[in-house]
């Protein structure tokens, strides 16, 4: 898994840096001091390494999204509940 998820990080860097169309593969497995043969192993495209950083930073983030949307909840209800009744901040 430490291959995987240093290229996960890598791609992660380029993609921000260079973005996703002129992001090369070669940079991202030198980033990550991996071959691209140990690249392919995990990932069958440059799109599918690009989906996996996605959702590898979506489940990093999702404990707070889900606590966040909560607490959004609520004050969304009570700010729809005082523009329902005419009153405002």
Same mark, same amino acid.
């Given at each position: ?11 992660? %860097? &380029? ?7 002129a =992001? #090369?593969?070669?940079?991202? %497995?030198?980033?990550?001091? &991996? @071959? #691209? ?8 495209? #440059? ?5 996996? %950083?996605?959702? =590898?930073? %979506?489940?990093?983030?999702a404990?707070? @999204? ?6 959004? *909840?609520?004050? @969304? ?6 523009? =329902? *009744?005419?009153?405002?901040?």
């Open positions: 898994m430490r291959t995987r998820r240093a290229i996960l990080e890598a791609a992660a %860097v &380029v993609f921000e840096e260079r973005g996703y169309g =992001a #090369k593969l070669t940079d991202i %497995v030198t980033l990550a001091h &991996v @071959t #691209k043969g140990a690249l392919y192993f995990h990932f069958d495209s #440059k799109e599918d390494l690009a989906q996996a %950083v996605i959702d =590898a930073q %979506v489940s990093m983030h404990p707070f @999204t889900r606590r966040s949307s909560r607490h959004r *909840s609520s004050s @969304t209800s009570a700010w729809s509940s005082r523009t =329902a *009744s005419g009153t405002t901040c």
